[in-house]
């Protein structure tokens, strides 16, 4: 009697969690489910538009071979888009934890520092911070070049350089890495701010004994405040990767986006569908590597 | 004895010093690398062409000038794009946080068959780029009569997959898996249906998640252009105005000269674009000036992770 009371009710709970989740089941199939399927048919089609809407057209792998063997551009972008997230991705968490280690401790105008570190990401996820970076600085007379490619740009630096003789190949590399830095500074609002929460989680006893034990503050860092942070640490990594291949400015995201925009409509989807394997394929592979790695307190 | 203690506690003083000097100059520099692509919007913005061109005016320009955003507010049709925007991203963001702290509530705390399918589609939702499935949604949203209309991104939104909405759902639902169970225990005895517990028990407590995840939602869909630019055809809101500035310039000037751009038509581009940039990032960031405070420190304090 007690047993089938306790059934019933188990029952009755999980049909109100249906009821929870009732308008995202819909949403996900007819706005994702449904168009993944359709962006596998499409692959594998000829689109026309014709008097009443899109016809397809079966032609087999057709779109598939034109990527791989006839455009030249394709296999270099994907390889440069999923390349380039890796030393992005490295720079990142590095520049991240760092600054949240700094921000860390109590010193005057802290809000204002915290401020100041988040205020990319309400500018950099727009088109505004692209506009300015290829537009206005370039053009603009106070840098004097044509065009520029980076946020930030240290000409003053390069000449000192320069005039201690270092070789202008050499020079070229080093000032490329530190703009590309000074870029990446823009992407880690968020991380930043992932990065403070963990660091100002860690109990401070655990830091005390280890001032008992007279660790260095090297030590405390490799001992204590990156296995405590690294459940954190995974979720940032994986955070920033998909960041990064979603970003408008991620290559193949362009190329999907161009050529749905020249109404290839069939070449955006076969594009879009190999992109997407391979994102979850990286994706994939970190975060299982990664969760090995991590160091899990038992709860 | 009491010498080499006295000389390790000088050590440590002057070696907190050093390090607090070395953190403010670093962080100094930091912040003004950050802030620089900004600093130098305000200041081009500012600039007439002569202003340019004079090696003695660096950052500050010899005099308000107005006329780029007069030029900006022209081209872009602000008020008219503002009014887009407002129209667009505030139904958006109301019914995106409604619905995701709905779903995710679900996702939660109850213990349903299959639930772990839902989950591992809920992340793939998050991972896979809403560009690569985006002409079957145009097809959809023809079909549903909805293309062109803001309703297609209010309908999104609802059903809990609009703008990285299946990230926000993932957010509150960690969430809510730090609140204790007694809680809800506590009001199921008082006899409340799983509804009202909701309601009562379980929104008013995670309200600093409600506020994180509408400062990005704000965010994330005032600076979308690439779906609003996808889906919509014309009353275009201000994100997706704003891409198309520089060539609306470039073929403006060419028809004035009929001529190329000179090196001074160039400066005035630039400062022209310098200003539209400036009243686009205005709005968003004044809203953020408003809460920041609260958002920061409540992810800090709740961190996202949880």
């Not at chain 1, 993944?36 to 087999?60: A, R």
Request: hydrophobic share 50%; with cysteine; proline share 4%.
């Amino acid at each position: 009697m007690k047993r089938k009371g306790g059934r019933s009710l188990e029952r009755q709970r999980a049909k109100w969690g249906w009821l929870f989740l009732s308008p995202w089941i819909l949403g996900i199939s007819l706005f994702f489910v449904w168009p993944m399927i359709q962006t596998v048919i499409y692959s594998f089609s000829k689109l026309t538009v014709g008097p009443n809407g899109f016809e397809t057209s079966f032609v087999g792998a057709e779109n598939y071979l034109y990527f791989f063997t006839d455009n030249s551009f394709f296999y270099n972008n994907l390889v440069t888009s999923l390349w380039e997230a890796i030393p992005s991705t490295l720079l990142i968490i590095t520049f991240s934890t760092m600054i949240a280690l700094l921000l860390k401790e109590q010193f005057p105008l802290r809000g204002l520092a915290r401020a100041v570190f988040f205020l990319p990401v309400i500018i950099a996820s727009g088109p505004v911070i692209s506009i300015l970076e290829t537009q206005v600085m370039g053009n603009g007379a106070a840098m004097g070049a044509e065009t520029a490619t980076h946020l930030f740009q240290a000409p003053d630096l390069t000449l000192v350089f320069a005039d201690l003789g270092v070789p202008e190949k050499i020079l070229e590399s080093i000032t490329g890495i530190i703009n590309e830095i000074f870029d990446l500074m823009w992407k880690s609002g968020v991380q930043i701010l992932l990065m403070l929460s963990a660091v100002n989680n860690i109990p401070g006893s655990f830091y005390e004994v280890a001032m008992m034990e007279g660790a260095t503050a090297w030590e405390k860092f490799w001992k204590i405040t990156l296995p405590t942070v690294s459940p954190t640490l995974v979720v940032v990594v994986i955070y920033t990767l998909i960041d990064n291949f979603v970003g408008y400015d991620n290559l193949m995201i362009q190329m999907i986006t161009d050529y749905y925009k020249d109404t290839h409509y069939a070449y955006s989807s076969t594009v879009g569908l190999i992109y997407c394997v391979c994102v979850l394929a990286v994706v994939g592979l970190v975060s299982w590597i990664l969760s090995r790695v991590a160091f899990y307190s038992a709860e | 004895m009491d010498w080499s203690r006295r000389s390790l506690l000088y050590k440590r003083r002057l070696l907190g010093f050093g390090g607090g000097l070395l953190r403010t100059i670093f962080l100094l520099g930091v912040g003004y690398v950050t802030l620089y692509p900004l600093l130098l919007m305000i200041s081009t913005s500012f600039m007439s062409v002569s202003d340019t061109l004079d090696a003695t005016v660096v950052w500050l320009p010899s005099g308000l000038n107005w006329f780029n955003f007069q030029k900006a507010f022209e081209l872009m049709r602000y008020g008219e794009a503002l009014k887009n925007t407002v129209k667009l991203v505030i139904p958006c963001v109301l019914l995106q946080v409604c619905s995701c702290v709905f779903i995710a509530y679900g996702f939660a705390r109850f213990k349903l068959p299959g639930l772990s399918v839902l989950f591992g589609l809920l992340l793939f939702n998050i991972i896979v780029p809403s560009n690569c499935y985006i002409t079957p949604v145009y097809v959809l949203m023809t079909e549903l009569k909805l293309i062109n209309t803001p309703w297609q991104f209010y309908l999104q939104a609802l059903l809990g997959v609009g703008v990285r909405s299946a990230l926000y759902i993932f957010i509150i639902r960690q969430f809510y898996r730090t609140m204790p169970k007694e809680l809800e225990e506590a009001a199921c005895i008082d006899g409340c249906n799983p509804i009202q517990t909701f309601l009562r028990i379980m929104v008013p407590n995670i309200r600093p998640a409600i506020l994180t995840v509408s400062v990005l939602s704000l965010v994330w869909y005032y600076n979308d252009f690439s779906m609003m630019g996808m889906l919509l055809n014309g009353n275009y809101p201000l994100s997706v105005v704003i891409t198309s500035v520089g060539s609306t310039l470039d073929s403006n000037m060419q028809y004035l000269t009929g001529q190329a751009i000179s090196a001074d038509l160039k400066i005035l581009r630039a400062s022209i674009l310098a200003a539209a940039c400036l009243i686009v990032v205005l709005p968003i960031t004044a809203v953020y000036a408003l809460v920041q405070r609260h958002f920061t420190e409540g992810i800090e304090r709740t961190g996202i992770v949880g």
